[in-house]
């Protein structure tokens, strides 16, 4: 009977619990990873994003 007490007084919390997880510094996608970046992994778009990313890069140099 008091836990039925206590969800008419506090409602019920669907929410999360616990805290966040913590960002280390992990790269979490693979675009950020070298290899995608530079084009290196042999996919042909990649190595096309890989070409104006440079281009953009070397703009105002």
Known sequence: MD?????LENGINFGRGGDKPKDNGKVKTKAKKK???TGAHGSGSARQKAKYREQRANRHK
Do not use: A, K, L, V
Not at 3 to 7: A, R, S
């Open 35 to 37: 290899q995608y970046i």
């Open 3 to 7: 836990d039925f007490q206590n969800i």
